[in-house]
């Protein structure tokens, strides 16, 4: 029987919310062990002086515990 734990993260990117996501996955790989998926729950975008300058997304990533 496996037991999983979620949690959320949030991951930004200058470049794309395609970038934000690796950025994101990237991260949480690095630090938690067992990561078996990601779900993009929000997509949010800054804009300064009427241009976007950062694409931001909230996800919940999803591993397994020891």
């Known amino acids: ?3 999983a734990r979620v949690t ?3 991951a930004s990117s200058k ?3 395609e970038d934000a996501i690796d950025e994101g996955v ?3 790989t ?3 062990k ?3 998926a990601a779900w993009v729950q929000d997509q949010k975008v ?3 002086d009427g241009k976007v300058s950062e694409y ?3 996800m919940k990533v999803t591993f397994i515990l020891e």
């Open 1 to 3: 029987m496996s037991v």
């Open 8 to 10: 959320e993260i949030i």
């Open 15 to 17: 470049k794309s919310f």
């Open 26 to 28: 990237k991260r949480a």
């Open 30 to 32: 690095d630090t938690l």
């Open 34 to 36: 067992n990561v078996e």
């Open 46 to 48: 800054v804009i300064k």
């Open 56 to 58: 931001r997304v909230t």
